[in-house]
């Protein structure tokens, strides 16, 4: 079963960092591209970094020059580097991948939205 596994959340000062991990857990075909989102008490979910399969970047204006999406070396991997920290940015940060998988029952390979169980980020002094 292919899964995200997120870490890398917790309790930090304003103007902290605080870098954040997806894994792709399990076998898969490829993967299209991979978001960092989040979603703060009381509003709605916020798309705020995109790596696609050719390691292209984009970012939400809120977050632009302050967060960094990257690839680790073992491609599977994803980080979201978050500098200078304000308390607007506590949420539950949450990662999402547009992968193929192999379906064994199908015979074939076919598209996999995956979803993290999302880590909480706290910024508070």
């Known amino acids: 079963q292919v899964q995200l596994v997120e870490s890398g959340g917790g309790l930090v000062q304003p103007g902290g960092s605080l870098r954040l991990s997806c894994v792709v857990a399990?076998?898969?075909?490829?993967?299209?591209?991979l978001d960092w989102y989040r979603q703060a008490p009381g509003k709605e979910r916020e798309l705020l970094a995109t790596i696609t399969s050719g390691d292209i970047t984009s970012y939400a204006d809120s977050v632009k020059g302050r967060f960094t999406i990257s690839r680790g070396n073992a491609k599977n991997t994803v980080y979201l580097e978050m500098n200078s920290l304000r308390p607007e940015d506590t949420a539950v940060y949450y990662c999402?991948?547009?992968?193929?998988?192999?379906?064994?029952?199908?015979?074939?390979?076919?598209?996999?939205?995956?979803w993290g169980q999302g880590t909480l980020v706290t910024v508070s002094s």
């Open positions: 999402h991948a547009d992968t193929v998988v192999f379906d064994s029952v199908i015979g074939r390979v076919r598209n996999l939205e995956l």
């Open positions: 399990g076998s898969i075909f490829s993967m299209n591209a």
